[in-house]
């Protein structure tokens, strides 16, 4: 189905987002500050520490809305924390940058699985399967491509560049929550019973 295809097109970007800076902010943080520690690894686990603790603390706001209105509001979110990383040059606001990556992409892995599984329930595990590797394989290469961006624009340049990915994930979600809604909202299907 043409929507399948979309979401395993948007699965590589939402990945590539939320996963591809993860190699690179402590090495950007670092060389941007000119600092010769290993501060950069302090951002890193505060990332990863925000995340952890939404998914813990607030796992049920994403069964509360839409998994594409919610993709809809936290895209923004991740696209200025990314930006942001070019920006500045002081850690209070790297910090900031880095909140706003976070607080964006927390609940993109699984809710990018969970529209899968509800809007393709017939593929079952084979398109959870497709999907999650798709997701692995992005992360594999948006190391590379960070990497190119690096060697060619300089440090500064890598995220701000990066957010183009989240500004283009608000863009397809708009449009597929605009559609459900034209329909009645956003709806689980169901297989039809056997019988």
Known sequence: RPLFLLIWLCMWLTAATELGPGQWVANI??????????????????????????????????????PT?????TAPLAAVGLYLFGQTTTAPMWFLAATFLAVGTAFWWPTMLGITSERFPAGGALLLAIVGASGSISTAVSGPTMGWINDT???????????????????IFTLIFLNDRTKGGYRIERLSKMG
Do not use: C, D, K
């Not at 010769?36 to 603790?53: E, K």
């Open 29 to 66: 943080f670092n060389e941007v500050l000119e600092s010769g520690t290993q501060a950069g690894i302090i951002l890193l686990v505060w990332v990863n520490g925000i995340m952890y603790l939404m998914r813990q603390l607030l796992g049920h706001v994403p069964h509360r809305i839409s």
């Open 69 to 73: 209105l919610l993709i809809v509001v």
């Open 153 to 171: 624009y300089g440090a500064r340049v890598v995220l701000p560049v990066w957010a183009i990915l989240p500004a283009i994930l608000f863009g």
